[in-house]
């Protein structure tokens, strides 16, 4: 079965510093990865997707995240953090066929002024 | 504008009643969703449905009943309600394929007292 692992609860930055989310994968065969961001009171919002090819994605609000088959992982950066870029992020999983979107336990950042 | 409307957004009821999330998305999706975020904001796929055929049941309880009348709608039916139903619930939507984001509703809060 897959699973997603995101070691960290809390990550905090100062604004203008680069960011790190980490997020570690496990399945049988080809992953399809996804990052996602929730606001407070807020449903999930789609940020970026590795499928295939160019292990360096890019996605929305400046994110990108890269793709590590060796060590499967699939870390979001950020280059400069925002105070807007606070909330909480998700890394999510899924694989071919009936499968589910499985996602981490999710990631609180707090970019701090 | 919206995309994925969830009603109602706040839902306060006793132990025991039968209660109804309504779902609906204008995107043109034909696959949808429905989660459950716990107060740890863990979060677990319940059902899928693709064109308005049950494709995932991630074992719950037969208490929850969705229904999806057409391809833009997917209720949440809840039999019998217990303390342990308190979460919030979250309707979300995609194109086919395990390849493709998904879009959230805002999130429907359920309370049991």
């Known amino acids: 079965a897959q699973s997603v692992a995101q070691p960290e609860d809390q990550v905090n930055v100062a604004e203008g510093n680069p960011l790190t989310v980490k997020c570690t994968y496990s399945?049988?065969?080809?992953?399809?990865l996804f990052w996602y961001v929730q606001y407070p009171n807020r449903g999930l919002q789609f940020l970026l997707k590795?499928?295939?090819?160019?292990?360096l994605v890019k996605g929305s609000y400046g994110f990108e995240a890269e793709f590590n088959k060796s060590q499967t992982s699939f870390h979001l950066k950020k280059p400069s953090a925002l105070v807007s870029d606070s909330a909480l992020y998700f890394c999510a999983v899924r694989v071919l066929g009936n499968t589910p979107l499985v996602f981490g336990k999710g990631t609180r950042l707090s970019v701090i002024a | 504008d919206t995309a994925v409307s969830q009603t109602p957004k706040y839902l306060v009821t006793q132990m025991g009643n039968d209660k109804s999330i309504k779902c609906e998305q204008n995107l043109g999706h034909d696959t949808m969703y429905w989660y459950k975020q716990d107060s740890k904001k863990f979060l677990k796929i319940m059902f899928s449905?693709?064109?308005?055929?049950?494709?995932i049941n991630e074992t719950v309880p037969n208490r929850f009943s969705p229904k999806s009348p057409d391809k833009a709608h997917l209720n949440l039916h809840i039999n019998s309600l217990e303390l342990g139903d308190s979460a919030v619930y979250f309707c979300a939507s995609s194109l086919q394929g395990n390849n493709q984001p998904q879009h959230f509703g805002d999130g429907t809060r359920l309370s049991i007292l």
């Open positions: 399945v049988s065969g080809n992953p399809y």
């Open positions: 449905y693709n064109n308005k055929e049950l494709i």
């Open positions: 590795y499928i295939t090819g160019d292990n």
